[in-house]
């Protein structure tokens, strides 16, 4: 059992920058690989990038490398999207996911995930 909650989306300028934070609840956050996708209206949902239980391995989109940063706080049941150098184009609503395997991989396919929140929007302005 997981249940993700994020938080942090907003309005912000094109050049800023925003954290977002996803809340975990469940046994097994601490041993699971999470992720964050991104859907933008009339898109398909895109990956953004992932982490591993332990932080040791992160993986970001190609659209997003160099400006975007996920972390993660064991502790505090909680992974973060750092995101600077924000750009029009992403606008989206971002999703958390939780792999439901103890000590999983990253992954960049949504399929790999089994547990999702309820997203945050993100929309920056010119």
């Known amino acids: 059992q997981v249940q993700l909650v994020e938080s942090g989306g907003g309005l912000v300028q094109a050049g800023g920058s925003l954290r977002l934070s996803c809340a975990a609840s469940?046994?097994?956050?601490?041993?699971?690989?999470m992720g964050w996708f991104r859907q933008a209206p009339g898109k398909e949902r895109e990956f953004v990038a992932t982490?591993?239980?332990?932080?040791?391995?992160?993986n970001y989109g190609n659209s997003v490398i160099g400006r975007f940063t996920i972390s993660r706080d064991n502790g505090k049941n909680t992974v973060y999207l750092q995101m600077n150098s924000l750009k029009l184009e992403d606008t989206a609503v971002y999703y958390c996911?939780?792999?439901?395997?103890?000590?999983?991989?990253?992954?960049?396919?949504?399929?790999?995930?089994?547990?999702w929140g309820q997203g945050t929007q993100v929309t920056v302005s010119s």
């Open positions: 996911a939780a792999r439901a395997g103890f000590f999983s991989s990253t992954s960049s396919s949504e399929g790999a995930y089994d547990y």
């Open positions: 469940g046994r097994t956050f601490s041993g699971s690989a």
């Open positions: 982490i591993t239980w332990n932080s040791r391995n992160t």
